[in-house]
């Protein structure tokens, strides 16, 4: 229940974003997430933009187990 | 490019490395739960439950708001429901939970007007277009929804959309894990926490679990590699004898989760004790509609009388719930109890316990 899409968003006009869902258009209220602007990803739960999604953390995330594994994760980018 | 990265979360080499390295681990015996239906069929799904070393054992706890929704709660929604001009409105999950006497799917094939919404918004839409109708929200759901529920709240409130009604039985997840890990026969070593809850709360809602209690925390994310990580790390702290809270989901979860969200919740909502299915009345653990709200209140606009309720007989749903049952332990499972005719919520929720183990595992 607590499934939450992410999307990013094409097009804002007050609090109301454009956002787009694997290929599919939808609408998605920004009043939780008041700084969010267009090309950025978000979280979508229950029509409401509930959180950033940090690209940057997402990659960290894959350098810190690439190092826990002792692996080449970020080199075996998978199908 | 557009979430590519999502590729690494999945990818069968990088999910093979971390099984590897947990089968590399030689401390003692641990038991994580886990406690978003999210997580559950994860999983279930992917098949990390079998995959797992065998020292670590996997147990579902109340992690699926539509599971642990008390039947009085619905049995109220569904008087409410069969009120003459009201429009019954609620996520799609609950339809088919069966309550005390009839689930609303049969109270819609009875003659109450029941739809189910994708968000709150719509109902407050449907409450526009039918100023002659009372429409009623069910307020099923953690603090992921609750504040979309709050929005809405406020939104009908500041444009005098006076028929539009809410029930709340939101509940609030860390209450329900002190509640958990202060019951005498919780047999527990370490909490998978909730991703999308968190992102709302912030991972620091569960220091009291980890610091008072002594059991350790990782928020985590719904991909193989996110669910491996965290089982690597849970097993590390418990290892060095460490017991923190910890943040593996830091893509989706900021350290300090949504303050504007929890300022919104907590400006329309005020915390109530709770009634969960399995664990009883937990002080705290819920939300009703503050003074200001009340007018939206369906508590208090509709009187029901539920007096009759009572919990499903011969449904072990309360003990999957608490962890110390598996579905395969219930006599129903499988036999009586299917996805088709589902004798309790577990069996029923796209997140159930039951549903997880039904559909993937048996």
Same mark, same amino acid.
């Given at each position: 229940?607590?499934?939450?899409?992410?999307?990013?968003?094409?097009?804002?006009?007050?609090? @109301?974003?454009?956002? /787009?869902?694997?290929?599919?258009? =939808?609408?998605?209220?920004?009043?939780?997430?008041?700084? #969010?602007?267009? +090309?950025?990803?978000?979280?979508?739960?229950?029509?409401?933009?509930?959180?950033? @999604?940090?690209?940057? /953390?997402?990659?960290?995330?894959? =350098?810190?187990?690439?190092?826990?594994?002792?692996?080449? #994760?970020?080199? +075996?980018?998978?199908? | 490019?557009?979430?590519?990265?999502?590729?690494?979360?999945?990818?069968?080499?990088?999910?093979?490395?971390?099984?590897?390295?947990?089968?590399?681990?030689?401390?003692?015996?641990?038991?994580?739960?886990?406690?978003?239906?999210?997580?559950?069929?994860?999983?279930?799904?992917?098949?990390?439950?079998?995959?797992?070393?065998?020292?670590?054992?996997?147990?579902?706890?109340?992690?699926?708001?539509?599971?642990?929704?008390?039947?009085?709660?619905?049995?109220?929604?569904?008087?409410?429901?069969?009120?003459?001009?009201?429009?019954?409105?609620?996520?799609?999950?609950?339809?088919?939970?069966?309550?005390?006497?009839?689930?609303?799917?049969?109270?819609?094939?009875?003659?109450?007007?029941?739809?189910?919404?994708?968000?709150?918004?719509?109902?407050?839409?449907?409450?526009?277009?039918?100023?002659?109708?009372?429409?009623?929200?069910?307020?099923?759901?953690?603090?992921?929804?609750?504040?979309?529920?709050?929005?809405?709240?406020?939104?009908?409130?500041?444009?005098?959309?006076?028929?539009?009604?809410?029930?709340?039985?939101?509940?609030?997840?860390?209450?329900?894990?002190?509640?958990?890990?202060?019951?005498?026969?919780?047999?527990?070593?370490?909490?998978?926490?909730?991703?999308?809850?968190?992102?709302?709360?912030?991972?620091?809602?569960?220091?009291?679990?980890?610091?008072?209690?002594?059991?350790?925390?990782?928020?985590?994310?719904?991909?193989?590699?996110?669910?491996?990580?965290?089982?690597?790390?849970?097993?590390?702290?418990?290892?060095?004898?460490?017991?923190?809270?910890?943040?593996?989901?830091?893509?989706?979860?900021?350290?300090?989760?949504?303050?504007?969200?929890?300022?919104?919740?907590?400006?329309?909502?005020?915390?109530?004790?709770?009634?969960?299915?399995?664990?009883?009345?937990?002080?705290?653990?819920?939300?009703?509609?503050?003074?200001?709200?009340?007018?939206?209140?369906?508590?208090?606009?509709?009187?029901?009388?539920?007096?009759?309720?009572?919990?499903?007989?011969?449904?072990?749903?309360?003990?999957?719930?608490?962890?110390?049952?598996?579905?395969?332990?219930?006599?129903?499972?499988?036999?009586?109890?299917?996805?088709?005719?589902?004798?309790?919520?577990?069996?029923?929720?796209?997140?159930?316990?039951?549903?997880?183990?039904?559909?993937?595992?048996?």
């Amino acid at each position: 229940m607590c499934l939450a899409v992410p999307a990013k968003i094409t097009e804002m006009e007050n609090q @109301i974003a454009t956002v /787009q869902v694997g290929g599919l258009s =939808r609408q998605a209220s920004t009043v939780l997430l008041p700084d #969010a602007a267009v +090309g950025d990803y978000v979280l979508i739960h229950a029509g409401f933009a509930i959180s950033l @999604i940090d690209e940057e /953390q997402a990659l960290e995330t894959i =350098r810190l187990f690439d190092e826990m594994t002792g692996g080449m #994760a970020s080199g +075996g980018g998978g199908a | 490019m557009p979430l590519t990265y999502l590729d690494e979360f999945r990818s069968a080499p990088h999910v093979q490395r971390l099984l590897d390295e947990l089968n590399e681990r030689r401390g003692a015996e641990l038991k994580i739960m886990e406690v978003c239906g999210t997580h559950t069929m994860a999983i279930s799904r992917y098949g990390i439950r079998q995959a797992a070393p065998r020292g670590i054992t996997l147990i579902s706890g109340p992690g699926c708001p539509v599971c642990v929704t008390a039947n009085a709660d619905i049995d109220r929604f569904i008087e409410i429901a069969m009120l003459p001009g009201v429009i019954a409105t609620s996520f799609g999950d609950m339809l088919r939970v069966p309550g005390t006497r009839m689930g609303l799917a049969e109270a819609r094939s009875r003659g109450a007007d029941v739809r189910i919404v994708y968000s709150p918004l719509d109902a407050l839409k449907m409450a526009r277009d039918n100023p002659s109708k009372h429409v009623v929200f069910f307020g099923v759901g953690f603090e992921t929804t609750a504040p979309t529920v709050a929005a809405t709240l406020l939104e009908a409130h500041e444009q005098g959309i006076n028929n539009f009604f809410v029930q709340s039985v939101h509940k609030l997840v860390p209450p329900a894990l002190e509640a958990l890990c202060s019951m005498p026969d919780l047999d527990i070593d370490a909490f998978l926490c909730p991703g999308h809850v968190s992102a709302i709360i912030g991972p620091q809602a569960y220091k009291p679990v980890a610091e008072e209690f002594g059991i350790p925390c990782v928020v985590a994310g719904f991909e193989p590699v996110d669910v491996l990580q965290s089982l690597i790390m849970l097993a590390a702290q418990v290892d060095e004898g460490r017991s923190e809270v910890e943040l593996q989901y830091s893509r989706g979860v900021r350290p300090d989760g949504n303050p504007q969200a929890m300022a919104l919740l907590h400006s329309v909502f005020e915390p109530a004790d709770a009634e969960w299915r399995g664990l009883g009345i937990i002080p705290g653990s819920g939300l009703t509609i503050g003074d200001r709200f009340s007018s939206h209140d369906a508590s208090v606009r509709f009187q029901v009388d539920v007096s009759y309720s009572h919990e499903p007989r011969g449904c072990i749903c309360g003990e999957i719930l608490t962890g110390v049952h598996t579905p395969r332990q219930c006599k129903m499972f499988r036999k009586v109890c299917t996805p088709d005719h589902p004798l309790g919520p577990c069996m029923v929720s796209s997140e159930g316990t039951c549903a997880a183990y039904y559909q993937y595992e048996d």
